[in-house]
């Protein structure tokens, strides 16, 4: 989510790495380390897969610019780093291993190789319509999973779909900015294609396309489906039917916790707004809107 005091870390963030070193926050550590073993443990990762060549990307995405890394770091950090370089709005980076895959607040995205839709989009929005970068995303999403006759989706507040409540992605949108001026945004997506839990931490929590689904689907007609949702939608930046088709999808109306910099509240998760924050009732019967933060069910 894009909100003043976040916007200044991420300035100050992205101004600390300009040429793509990490900053210190998200250097390798032992959780990295043990974070690309844990589906090693279970003897997934040992086999190196290939789901893209930049060959067949490039076909299947013409005329779209597309980069295609066979293992890297981020791939949020190679889109940003595009992105300085002069990326055409729309620019793809995929890839299909990340060892330093990262979710909100440094945290850890997981995949195995050859597993999972790994991919950032660039963009270049108004800077007003920043906060809807994550409905884009999570939007998107939700249609592919709904392109498929998987029913069941839904949006997690504020960026993650899940399936029966299982979560199949996440997105994580990075602005990027000189100074007062926004260069862009870069839009991250992580989603589950055949990756396969069992045995890991994220058993009952995650989820994948092709558990939900009788056949096996093709990675690059999933990449093509959501991309097509992705360009619906960033067209609509802005517009109300944007923020009204994320909120139909979005959990709404269950007691919930969320841990917010401000620590954590208890209430209705209501509602949200068009800016994207979450309208949580609480007990006392007021309103409070929460711009940022982790909602756990109670
Ligand atoms: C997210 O963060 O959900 C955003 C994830 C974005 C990942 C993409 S991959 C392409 C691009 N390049 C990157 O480096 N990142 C983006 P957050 O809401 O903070 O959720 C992270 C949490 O989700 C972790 O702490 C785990 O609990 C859980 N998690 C990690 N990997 C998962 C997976 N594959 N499936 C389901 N849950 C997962």
Known sequence: MFHSPQLKR??????SHPSGEFPTSLQPTAARRYAHSIFRA???ASTILRMFTQESLTQALAPRAVRYLPRTGSSNDD?????ADGAPDGAVVITD?????????GRIWHAPPGSALLLSIVLRPHPAHLPQLTMLGALAVCELVESYGVGNADIKWPNDVRVNGRKISGVLPEAAWNGDRLSGAVLGIGFNLKVDFNGTPFEH??????RQMASEVSALDTLTRLLA???RWRARLGQAALYQAWRVRLALGGRVQVAGHDGALQGVAEDVTAEGALLLRLES????RVLAGDVFEV
């Open 285 to 288: 019967g007021a309103l409070r």
């Open 97 to 105: 291993e990340q060892t330093r895959g990262r979710g909100r607040l």
């Open 10 to 15: 991420k300035r100050a963030r992205l101004a």
């Open 42 to 44: 279970v003897g997934i």
């Open 79 to 83: 889109a940003l780093a595009w992105l």
């Open 229 to 231: 949702s992705v360009d």
């Open 205 to 210: 929590t995650a989820t994948s396309l092709s």
